[in-house]
């Protein structure tokens, strides 16, 4: 898979996934960082656990492209599966593997809670807030000695985030003890705060290279859901070069009750951190 995929081991979301459990103790900062994560679950509003939706990649030349369903359930089920039983399975496969950027980025914040590490955390890391302008920063500073903390943390050195006054993440930077530069996801967002997950997502790597994603939405429902996202990364296959993708959403069904042989069925694809998982 891309350097892309390997930036974004699963360290990174256990580290800030593993905030979310952190007792109230620590202050409402780490909350705001809880739930400002938690913004790019699914489709980020409030109430929603579960979505299906249709998905197409647009292709020039074809009349028609091949139907897809995106299906998320909370907190970290994401799989992509044929709309029609007639499509193959293979073609499906390929095309899952086609959107993995898409989708690496997409669950990068969102492996599973780690609420067992809370006491090690407060124990073994120091925690700074401050309230800016704009709204919050937080930094969380690891042990100067990797030995000192869990395996799971060893590689991060300090984590420090802006969140908005709408409890939105503005950035969050990521410094690796491996990397001289850092992690860095940096987000714009509607000036209207009328979305709760960003108009645009960077991630700049440590090898200074980016991913950008860049989301069109529209309303639905009262809601302003995603339309289509569109990807830029580097390539998997020319280095130096840039790939792109970009995807169309159809009408969401919010709330879908997935049943879970849905979710291991040979003909559904799911993602976490890492890309595809082999089913």
């Known amino acids: 898979m891309a350097r892309f995929t390997i930036a974004l081991r699963p360290t990174i979301a256990i580290i800030v996934l593993s905030l979310s459990a952190a007792d109230a103790s620590l202050g409402d900062a780490l909350s705001d960082l809880a739930h400002a994560v938690e913004k790019f679950r699914g489709i980020g509003h409030e109430g929603i656990t579960s979505y299906r939706v249709d998905l197409r990649i647009p292709d020039e030349g074809e009349e028609e492209s091949i139907p897809l369903e995106e299906i998320w359930q909370s907190p970290r089920d994401l799989v992509l599966r044929a709309a029609t039983p007639e499509t193959p399975t293979a073609m499906v496969r390929s095309l899952a593997l086609y959107l993995e950027p898409l989708y690496v980025a997409r669950t990068s914040l969102l492996d599973a809670d780690l609420g067992a590490h809370v006491e090690h955390l407060r124990e073994n890391t120091v925690v700074e807030a401050e309230t800016t302008a704009t709204g919050t920063r937080i930094v969380l500073q690891f042990p100067d000695d990797p030995e000192a903390t869990l395996e799971t943390f060893r590689d991060v050195a300090r984590l420090a985030a802006e969140i908005d006054g709408q409890g939105r993440m503005r950035r969050l930077e990521l410094a690796l003890r491996e990397e001289e530069d850092p992690l860095t996801l940096?987000?714009?967002?509607?000036?209207?705060?009328?979305?709760?997950?960003?108009?645009?997502?960077?991630?700049?790597?440590?090898?200074?290279?980016?991913?950008?994603?860049?989301?069109?939405?529209?309303?639905?429902?009262?809601?302003?859901?995603?339309?289509?996202?569109?990807?830029?990364?580097?390539?998997?296959?020319?280095?130096?070069?840039?790939?792109?993708?970009?995807?169309?959403?159809?009408?969401?069904?919010?709330?879908?009750?997935?049943?879970?042989?849905?979710?291991?069925?040979?003909?559904s694809f799911r993602y976490d951190v890492n890309g595809l998982v082999a089913n």
Do not use: K
């Open 186 to 267: 940096e987000c714009e967002f509607d000036p209207a705060h009328e979305r709760p997950q960003p108009d645009l997502a960077v991630w700049t790597l440590p090898s200074r290279e980016q991913v950008q994603i860049r989301t069109m939405f529209r309303d639905e429902g009262g809601r302003s859901l995603p339309a289509s996202r569109y990807v830029v990364f580097p390539s998997r296959y020319d280095p130096g070069e840039r790939e792109e993708i970009l995807v169309h959403y159809g009408a969401y069904v919010i709330n879908a009750e997935i049943p879970a042989d849905l979710l291991t069925d040979p003909g």
